[in-house]
């Protein structure tokens, strides 16, 4: 969450786009900044996604949107 999207970060959403691949990004560490900084860089990170990449924001120690992250998973496999 902390380092947002790099450049290799965007031009890979973007092929990934172009070929038709769904693309979701995976913030982690959610729970090594305080609670209102993380709103602003969960924000500006939403802002800087292409409307069609979800964002689940994620922290492996706390357990926080680890339930989110496998709901994607389940969406983007369902037709497999």
């Known amino acids: 969450l902390r380092r947002g999207l790099q450049p290799d970060d965007l031009q ?23 609670r209102a900084e993380r709103l602003r860089l969960e924000r500006a990170l939403r802002a800087s996604l292409p409307a069609h990449v979800a964002l689940v924001v994620t922290s492996a120690d706390s357990g926080e949107g680890i339930g989110a992250l496998w709901h ?4 983007a496999t369902a037709g497999s």
């Open 72 to 75: 994607e998973i389940q969406r």
């Open 12 to 34: 890979l959403l973007e092929f990934l786009a172009a070929v038709g691949v769904a693309a979701r990004v995976v913030a982690t560490k959610c729970d090594r900044v305080g």
